[in-house]
T-cell receptor
Framework: AQTVTQSQPEMSVQEAETVTLSCTYD???????LFWYKQPPSRQMILVIR??????QNATENRFSVNFQKAAKSFSLKISDSQLGDAAMYFC??????????FGAGTRLTVKP | DTGVSQDPRHKITKRGQNVTFRCDPI?????LYWYRQTLGQGPEFLTY????????KSRLLSNRFSAERPKGSFSTLEIQRTEQGDSAMYLC????????????????FGSGTQLSVL
């Protein structure tokens, strides 16, 4: 079974600075997808960014980018120019070929003004 | 596109009672998922449907839990004889099948049903 590990329960960043959230996963599959979801206090899960395992190029969405290291099974999220609205729980997720999505335990990000 | 909707938003029940939650996915999505999330944890997979077929169930889904999607549209999740340990947020998500477009791999989540068992 696939597992997703987020080793940082909490992180904080100064507004306008850059922060990196870590994620590792365990799988025997070669074809899969990785995601970062954001969950603000409203608890609505919002997709931040996605990465296809077959693509070597790291995904980027505006201020959000990933560092995908397939051999190391690592998938970190970098948030640049952090904003107060970025404060939330961030979940790393793995979606297997059979479409079952697994989540990590989450990282709570605090943005300091 | 009105998004994934879940009803009710909050449910408070006494231990031993039965509860039922409803999820309406995005209309063109044929895959529907149920997750459970406790405070401070990531969502845990419970089950998922493709159309009306329930394709996978987690071991977390005890025999007190049953999910249905009779017409391949909305889904219900019923918990019988609720226990205090069932208290959690129950999230529903939907998606297109794999391979049908650039955005089909992502799950769209509803706002969840917060269950409190007293």
């Amino acid at each position: 079974a696939q597992t997703v590990t987020q080793s940082q329960p909490e992180m904080s960043v100064q507004e306008a600075e850059t922060v990196t959230l870590s994620c590792t996963y365990d799988t025997s599959e070669s074809d899969y997808y990785l995601f970062w979801y954001k969950q603000p206090p409203s608890r609505q899960m919002i997709l931040v960014i996605r990465q296809e395992a077959y693509k070597q190029q790291n995904a980027t969405e505006n201020r959000f980018s990933v560092n995908f290291q397939k051999a190391a099974k690592s998938f970190s999220l970098k948030i640049s120019d952090s904003q107060l609205g970025d404060a939330a729980m961030y979940f790393c997720a793995y979606r297997s070929y059979n479409n079952d999505m697994r989540f990590g335990a989450g990282t709570r990000l605090t943005v300091k003004p | 596109d009105t998004g994934v909707s879940q009803d009710p938003r909050h449910k408070i029940t006494k231990r031993g009672q039965n509860v039922t939650f409803r999820c309406d996915p995005i209309s063109e999505h044929n895959r529907l998922y149920w997750y459970r999330q406790t405070l401070g944890q990531g969502p845990e997979f419970l089950t998922y449907f493709q159309n009306e077929a329930q394709l996978e169930k987690s071991r977390l889904l005890s025999n007190r839990f049953s999910a249905e999607r009779p017409k391949g549209s909305f889904s219900t999740l019923e918990i019988q004889r609720t226990e205090q340990g069932d208290s959690a947020m129950y999230l529903c998500a939907s998606s297109l099948p794999r391979g049908l477009g650039a955005t089909n791999e992502k799950l769209f989540f509803g706002s969840g049903t917060q269950l409190s068992v007293l």
